[in-house]
């Protein structure tokens, strides 16, 4: 519904992707960019994601677990409280997490998406799509 | 008496000596004797009572006929010192009457006899002689005899006693009565109830009124004497009946002897050897002494009843040959001679002994030489312990410590995987950030390349390294991730169904023929799908890359249940499962190279690969068995008998709950 709701201006699904590892937000940002479907702002400090997220207005956050400043957890719980973006859908992307306790690399438990690292281009995106359809 | 010394000289000729002053008396005198009894004697004439005392008497005459009608005083003289010798010469005076004799009545008593030299009687004075030499020599032995009597009486330590028929003592000797505390003269009369307590005196004088009715002497009683005063003694007591010259009993008479000290020592003896008798027969151990033939002397109880026998008799005497075979006997008894022969005894040899129900006794043995007063060997003693508790403690003790250290081993080999557990988790987590750089990248690249096969290709290889490192990594990953099972009852052969659906694509291309014997309707089972399809991955990828040329999968499954805990079951079967329980099991069998005998223990090693570098990471079959006992299942792998291949066995058990398919 909020999905329906917030405009797609360039028909493009806008993507904030929250990691500390800049080389793997680059390189999710250009996978998902080049296939023309979206469009992708990235965050390497996490304590900035609120703001970040309030002002990107992302249709999707993908949102690293294990991180230096501010874990995962604590970043999705800030998000979370904000009115501004506590509707917008996360997807944990872990490397803590085996391929196979995710399956196919992407898998629900308690309510929460998991993407387990590594990630290729097309679960990234298939894992999107499943997400923001179920709105 | 034979110890009375007898005359040196012979009977004949009679010897005489003739001491007169006259010497004209020798011619008269010998031609008296001549005419009465021609050359029977010999007569010699002593002038002096100086020139006899220079004489050798006994050995020059049998008779001194002195003549006293000379001189009173010189006649008195030698009268005095012939009677003093009491020699077996006989003293015969000659006299002219017989007031002249009675003028000698104070040593009348030494003179034998008399002859009136001046009236001497035609054939009376040979006979005279003869009877004096004869009375003469009896006296002597009589003294003699009383010598030895009264000698014996009195040095003798052992109480000697003669008693009248009422029991009365007429004599007792010297130790006699200092035993009792008395002078000789002052115990004659009196009877052992003055001398004793009636305790003893009573007993003493029946037994002595019953040697004098019957004439059976008692020989060698031990008796106790208890004194009127209280202290008492042992003696060894002899009493026979006392007869007079003509046979008829007078009385009684003793010996005793003080034994008191021997039997002091004895009873001693006594109570050590009943003391010895009680250990040795009550010691947990077998003791035996043997003499220098080998034959026993002495056998303890409990050595009695290791022969077989009950009594120390149907032992004594008898050697080990009688007892036991052969051989064995050879072999005991050439131990004990070396023992006997060399002096070195045999300590603690440990021999053991199969009994007919099968079980082994263990003794401990030593044997030592016996040696006797005199430092030589006379035999061996022996002392054997039954260790056979002590051994049997000592193999279990030893059994438990290689339990124990196998379990510290794989105590110390848990502790190392949970660390490799650890490590592994950081190194996957570290790796796998780049790796999803590199693999984003490679994606990337994809998406920009057209037409150009060769950075395709490249490109493709790329994506397959790091799809390989990728799986090492979440291999590595799943290996150290939490042992928890999320177990639900089902059935196996779904599980497998799907694994080969799965995988139907390797199996082809590497020329596989898959074949499923799935039993029906089995039990089911408490699995984790998720980690049961990596089983059969993991088993399936294995037997693939042994079946290097294509071959034959062969997959059973069966359900079966636990019989016994016979040879043939494991010691880990017999501590997971327990019988009767049923279990399901599969075997997954190839027809390739199967297992290296070098690695057959280190198969389930995680990190160890038979693949070469770069083919496997080595923790497929180490995940493989951590989570078929999650699921307190077993896995076994082996070579097939008789055919080229591997086999590699599961075993689940069934909970009860979930015997049937839902």
Redesign the interface.
Same mark, same amino acid.
């Given at each position: 519904m909020l999905h329906s709701k917030k405009s797609k201006e360039d028909g493009k699904t806008r993507v904030l992707v929250i990691d500390d590892e800049d080389r793997f937000t680059k390189m999710v940002k250009l996978n998902l960019e080049s296939t023309g479907m979206y469009s992708v702002e990235v965050l390497n400090e996490s304590r900035k994601a609120v703001e970040v997220a309030r002002d990107f207005k992302p249709h999707i956050i993908l949102l690293d677990v294990v991180m230096p400043e501010a874990d995962g957890g604590d970043v999705a719980n800030s998000l979370r409280t904000r009115t501004a973006t506590k509707e917008i859908p996360i997807i944990f992307v872990s490397a803590m997490i085996s391929q196979k306790e995710s399956h196919s690399g992407f898998y629900e438990s308690g309510g929460e998406h998991f993407l387990a690292k590594p990630v290729s281009t097309e679960t990234l995106s298939g894992a999107i799509e499943e997400v923001l359809a179920t709105l | 008496m034979s110890s009375t010394p007898s005359n040196p000289l012979p009977e004949h000729p009679r010897k005489l000596l003739l001491l007169s002053a006259d010497p004209a008396e020798e011619a008269l005198l010998s031609r008296h004797l001549d005419s009465e009894n021609h050359g029977e004697h010999e007569l010699k004439l002593v002038a002096s009572l100086d020139e006899l005392k220079s004489l050798e008497l006994e050995t020059s005459c049998h008779a001194i006929l002195l003549d006293i009608r000379a001189g009173h005083d010189e006649a008195l003289e030698s009268i005095k010192w012939i009677g003093r010798l009491q020699s077996q010469v006989a003293l015969i005076c000659l006299c002219a009457n017989h007031e002249q004799l009675n003028s000698f009545k104070p040593v009348i008593h030494l003179i034998d006899d008399y002859i009136l030299a001046d009236t001497l009687p035609h054939g009376e004075l040979c006979i005279r002689i003869s009877h004096a030499i004869r009375r003469r020599i009896q006296e002597y032995e009589l003294l003699h005899e009383q010598d030895l009597l009264r000698s014996l009486m009195e040095n003798i330590p052992d109480a000697i006693y003669f008693k009248d028929l009422e029991s009365r003592f007429t004599k007792v000797n010297r130790a006699m009565a200092r035993s009792y505390g008395h002078n000789v003269d002052s115990v004659i009369g009196r009877s052992d109830f003055d001398l004793f307590t009636e305790e003893h005196a009573l007993p003493a004088y029946q037994d002595e009124q019953r040697i004098i009715e019957t004439g059976q002497p008692i020989i060698s009683k031990i008796e106790k004497e208890t004194f009127a005063d209280g202290h008492s003694k042992w003696v060894n007591s002899t009493k026979v009946p006392l007869r007079n010259h003509y046979g008829r009993i007078i009385g009684t008479m003793g010996i005793s002897r003080d034994i008191s000290d021997l039997k002091r020592v004895q009873d001693k003896l006594t109570e050590e050897h009943r003391l010895l008798t009680t250990i040795l027969n009550n010691i947990p151990d077998r003791i035996f002494v043997k003499d220098r033939e080998g034959r026993y002397i002495a056998s303890n109880r409990l050595h009695l009843k290791f022969l077989g026998v009950t009594d120390e008799a149907q032992v004594l005497g008898t050697t080990l040959y009688d007892h036991f075979p052969k051989e064995r006997a050879e072999k005991y008894f050439n131990q004990d001679m070396d023992i006997i022969r060399t002096g070195i005894g045999l300590i603690n040899s440990e021999e053991s002994r199969t009994m007919p129900n099968g079980r082994v006794i263990w003794y401990l043995t030593s044997k030592v030489p016996l040696i006797d007063e005199t430092g030589k060997c006379v035999g061996i003693v022996g002392i054997s312990r039954d260790v056979t508790t002590q051994k049997e403690d000592e193999d279990k003790l030893r059994k438990t410590i290689k339990v124990l250290n196998e379990t510290q081993l794989q105590l110390i080999e848990a502790e190392k995987l949970k660390t490799v557990g650890r490590l592994a &988790?950081g190194v &996957?987590?570290e790796v796998?950030?780049?790796?999803?750089?590199v #693999?984003?990248?490679i994606?990337?690249l994809c #998406?920009?390349i057209d037409g150009s096969d060769e950075l395709a290709d490249i490109i493709q290889d790329m994506k397959q390294a790091?799809e390989k490192a990728?799986?090492v990594i #979440?291999q590595l990953?799943?290996y150290s #991730?939490p042992h928890e099972v999320a177990a639900d009852p089902r059935d196996i052969n779904a599980i497998i169904r799907d694994v080969l659906v799965m995988m139907r694509h390797n199996f082809n291309e590497a020329h596989i023929r898959v074949e499923p014997d799935l039993a029906e309707n089995l039990p089911l089972v408490a699995l984790d799908t998720?980690k049961t399809d990596?089983v059969f991955i993991n088993l399936f990828l294995n037997a693939i890359s042994a079946m290097k040329g294509g071959g034959v999968l062969h997959i059973r499954s069966y359900s079966q249940r636990m019989k016994s805990t016979g040879a043939n079951v494991s010691g880990e079967m017999t501590e997971l499962f327990k019988v009767g329980e049923t279990m399901v099991t599969v075997e997954v069998t190839d027809t390739g190279h199967g297992i290296a005998s070098e690695a057959a223990d280190k198969l389930f090693d995680p990190f160890y690969s038979t693949k070469s570098t770069g083919g496997g990471t080595g923790l497929g079959l180490s995940v493989t068995r951590s989570i078929v006992e999650m699921h307190r299942g077993m896995i076994t792998l082996e070579n097939r008998k008789n055919t080229p291949g591997a086999c590699a066995t599961l075993y689940f058990p069934v909970s009860p709950d979930t015997h049937a398919p839902l």
């Open positions: - | &988790a &996957a987590h796998k950030n780049p790796l999803n750089v #693999s984003l990248g994606d990337y #998406s920009k790091v990728t799986r #979440s990953l799943d #991730s998720q990596q």
